[in-house]
């Protein structure tokens, strides 16, 4: 087997955060159409779909958030609605990523827990490097900002605006 001077490195988190609605509610919110509702700043470019909000190799791009790379292009790669799961492959030029996101019901069917997962692999010594900055700043609150803003959706119906 042959390896480059610069080996892969991965690197991964979970959170698990609690949603005031049921899941049947919650659930579709983590797709890429729904999530602009509850998501401030995020607009994905849809590239292919053939359906209204989401299915399984639906793919779209985002712009970078960390300014230095190219937009992110993401796919679907797995999307089980009937369990309540969904999971994205993301790819830069550098790194690759998933997410993933299993929700299940909470206490009394009024809650939802969401357990929400970020796998990142570097490419390149840089894309190692970035993906350890990515991996911080995404957990920096430990994904209790996905929290809040969600449940101040589900609360108002509204998007919660940053600052």
């Known amino acids: ?72 292009t993401w796919t679907v790669s797995k999307y089980r609605p009937d369990q309540a799961f969904i999971e994205y492959t993301v790819f830069a030029p550098e790194r690759l990523w998933w997410i993933t996101i299993q929700c299940r019901e909470g206490i009394g069917e009024e809650t939802t827990k969401a357990e929400i997962t970020y796998t990142y692999t570097g490419l390149t010594k840089k894309g190692n490097a970035t993906n350890v900055k990515a991996l911080e700043t995404m957990f920096r609150r430990d994904l209790k900002d996905w929290e809040e803003a969600i449940n101040h959706y589900l609360e108002t119906g509204e998007r919660l605006e940053p600052g």
């Open 1 to 72: 087997m042959v390896f480059s001077a610069s080996r892969s490195e991965r690197i991964s988190r979970t959170s698990v955060i609690t949603l005031n609605a049921p899941l049947k509610r919650v659930f579709p919110l983590f797709g890429p159409i729904r999530e602009k509702e509850w998501a401030a700043g995020w607009e994905p470019q849809v590239l292919y779909l053939t359906t209204d909000f989401v299915e399984e190799h639906m793919v779209f791009k985002t712009q970078s958030n960390l300014g230095h790379e190219p937009d992110f």
